[in-house]
């Protein structure tokens, strides 16, 4: 099993950045790939960006990018994602979630493991 925790979210103005983390913990947390996602309130939750367990494999979804970097440092087990020139529109709850295994995938129903999400707020 992992445990995932979120943090790094905010209040921030257009154009502004914030790094998102993901700290899990569990006996074989760094074996498993990890999506971050986002849920806007009226909206689906809906994937941004993963990762495979050793880093070699991402994705970023056409969404955020150029504007933003996914990465995770196994000997800490934590993960991120760095957004950069936010907008408005990137409002809405992120988080991070994993599923056992080398691959990445882009269904939310893959994945097993979710944390509690952090509030990103961009204001005009």
């Known amino acids: 099993q992992a445990q995932l925790v979120e943090s790094g979210g905010g209040s921030v103005q257009t154009g502004g950045s914030l790094r998102l983390s993901c700290a899990a913990s569990g006996r074989t947390a760094n074996t498993y790939a990890i999506g971050w996602f986002r849920q806007a309130p009226g909206k689906e939750r809906e994937l941004v960006a993963t990762i495979n367990w050793t880093g070699s494999t991402t994705y970023i979804a056409d969404s955020l990018k150029g504007r933003a970097t996914i990465s995770r440092d196994n000997a800490k087990n934590t993960m991120y994602l760095q957004m950069n020139s936010l907008r408005p529109e990137d409002t809405a709850v992120y988080y991070c979630?994993?599923?056992?295994?080398?691959?990445?995938?882009?269904?939310?129903?893959?994945?097993?493991?979710w944390g509690q999400g952090t509030q990103v707020t961009v204001s005009s």
């Open positions: 979630a994993a599923r056992p295994g080398y691959f990445i995938s882009h269904d939310v129903h893959d994945y097993d493991y």
